[in-house]
């Protein structure tokens, strides 16, 4: 999935949601999530947060990505559950050998047919792959500027997808000259339309996975993040 640069509608077309109200006739530019452009370390934890669980749920995440996450290791923990959850993760990344998570990833998400678990928003809202919930989403997608990589075959509503179009989302907006509010309002508008009704639900899954040691510690990671998110968008 790419991001293209493109202006969005002055007068879009009347939706189901108010993101279109949210969204400012303009373009997006390029995100690289460079941290640097991000106006305060608290936003650049969000992003990275949501770029970590995106790299390490699209493929087997690589020897370098593995690096980074071992690092969390030394995160000073109290009884904070996300530090908690972001502590085991480091040390399940410092203590699991490449081929264990390899093996892991396709028990958990490929498997003979199917893996364990199905990592797509259509499947945890309807019980089917490709349905209404994928075709909202794109509408979504493509008002905002977002344009589908046509090398990439997976639907857009995987999980990973999902994380990369937030990471996106807070990188660009905190890059803006804009009130903490306007900043906000479409990820809050986002993430409570496709996230919030099952991402949480994927995560809780994954973190009890019987197929899983590594992924575990991801799920309760991803559990953690979400419920700070929830706490942080929306209330």
Known sequence: MSLKNMSLQAQPLKTDTDLHSAVSVGAFAD??????SLQSPEQQYRAAAYSVLAALLRDVPTPETMLQVAEFSKV??????LLLSMSSLGLAAQSTELSAIDDEYHLLFVGLGRGELVPYGSWYLTGFLMEQPLSILRDDLALLGFERDESVVEPEDHVAAMCEVMSMLVAEDSAKESSMQAENEIQS?????????????FFEDLSKSESAVFYRA???????FINLEKQYLLV
């Open 189 to 201: 508008l986002f993430f409570e339309k496709h996230i919030v009704p099952w991402m949480g639900r």
């Open 218 to 224: 991801v799920g309760r990671f991803g559990s953690a």
């Open 31 to 36: 995100a690289n999530l460079d941290q640097q």
């Open 76 to 81: 000073e923990v109290d009884e904070d559950e």
